[in-house]
């Protein structure tokens, strides 16, 4: 059976407003810094400080220190990358271009399937907006390459954070992973000591008698989370890696009135550089890509290896009057996309067939043939019952 897309009001379930959305939002987000912040405030200041000294390890807390922290604050940059970045809200350059097209540009009603190189209506801005966006009720904006609004960051995850988000989720798992993975034998014996023991903590199994019970608890503590953690993200990923694999969002994952176009013939490399950028060393740190595949306007399409299908290429031409390589268009849209000089609107108008004057002129030809048929048959009938009219002598 098919399934239905989303509404179009992402972000909304039904039956909260989005007032208490918004608030459930900020708590949830609220709850997700304080459990992270305590994650390495314990293992640092309790397990490292504390508990490898007083069971004879000392030697390993310069590595493990290193090993977690690393991680840590690579996980703490994506995080606020991810809540902090645009996610992707229209341009203001988009808005003007689908202004000044007016009626040249085809705009299509927004539906919960695939619309490739179609500019849609939003019914909640009434504005026309580039494929693969979506409104976002929470943030009240359309978004482009739309993923889902995430209440763990209190953002929507979009084609400017999309990447943040996913190395949030990595690194923040790893980091859990290893957090627990280096305690994991303290954390047993501290669980047993903790269970059994009564009055003042004595030395136990080389625990030493100075170790205070508030230590242990903190730490137990600090297991319970990054075991949530762990498993919260595993889920988590378990999603969205593979549609980030696939080229895919959450919500287009619910389009089946055709084969994903954006799927880059098969290569889970290549589709998961639409979101990471080209490969480099900038696809492991929480910065904006360096070598971008999409301007959040037009995407790399199945047919073709870029922006534009084969006809887009001969309809795109040079200011010499030579033919436009796959290379200028494929990097064009995205180089120009910041440049007020640039003619990247050009790009834009091959991509979305925006009509030239002739073909406007046309096109309300024929929106106007139908109505000439409809007044000639009237007057035809007119005459006919006129004619009737004298004939009986009325």
Not at 144 to 166: E, Q
Not at 224 to 235: G, H
């Amino acid at each position: 059976m098919a399934q239905s897309g989303p509404p179009e009001g992402h972000g909304e379930p039904e039956g909260m407003s989005p007032r208490a959305l918004y608030w459930a939002s900020q708590a949830t987000m609220c709850v997700s810094i304080l459990v992270f912040f305590y994650e390495c405030f314990a293992y640092n200041a309790i397990f490292l400080k504390r508990i490898l000294p007083a069971v004879g390890k000392a030697s390993l807390v310069p590595v493990f220190r290193v090993l977690f922290d690393s991680v840590w604050v690579l996980g703490l940059w994506s995080y606020h990358q991810a809540h902090w970045s645009d996610p992707g809200a229209i341009p203001a350059r988009w808005r003007q271009f689908a202004v000044d097209c007016g009626e040249a540009l085809p705009i299509a009603p927004a539906r919960p399937e695939w619309q490739p190189a179609k500019a849609t209506l939003c019914k909640k801005c009434q504005a026309a907006r580039p494929e693969r966006a979506h409104h976002c009720v929470l943030c009240g904006v359309c978004v482009m390459r739309m993923d889902h609004h995430c209440p763990w960051i209190n953002n929507c995850v979009g084609v400017h954070n999309h990447k943040f988000f996913l190395l949030l989720g990595i690194y923040a798992w790893l980091a859990s992973l290893i957090g627990l993975g280096t305690s994991l034998p303290e954390l047993w014996r501290l669980a047993g000591v903790a269970v059994g023991v009564q009055g003042n903590l004595a030395s136990k199994g080389g625990l030493v008698q100075d170790l205070e019970m508030w230590d242990i608890y903190a730490f137990l503590l600090f297991g319970l989370f990054a075991f949530l953690i762990a498993l919260l993200l595993t889920s988590l990923l378990s999603t969205h890696v593979p549609l980030a694999l696939r080229n895919l969002t959450t919500i287009e994952d619910f389009y089946e009135n055709m084969p994903n176009p954006y799927e880059q013939g098969g290569s889970r490399i290549s589709n998961l550089a639409q979101v990471f950028g080209k490969f480099g060393i900038d696809w492991f740190l929480p910065v904006r890509p360096c070598r971008p595949l999409s301007d959040g306007i037009s995407y790399p399409r199945v047919s073709g290896q870029n922006f534009f299908e084969q006809r887009d290429f001969e309809a795109l031409t040079l200011v010499d009057g030579g033919v436009m390589t796959e290379d200028q268009a494929y990097g064009g849209a995205v180089g120009m996309m910041h440049d007020p000089a640039a003619d990247v609107e050009r790009t834009w108008r091959v991509r979305y067939k925006v009509r030239t004057p002739e073909e406007l002129k046309a096109l309300k030809e024929d929106k106007s043939t139908p109505w000439q048929f409809w007044a000639c048959g009237q007057q035809t009938s007119q005459r006919s019952v006129g004619r009737v009219m004298f004939s009986n002598g009325a």
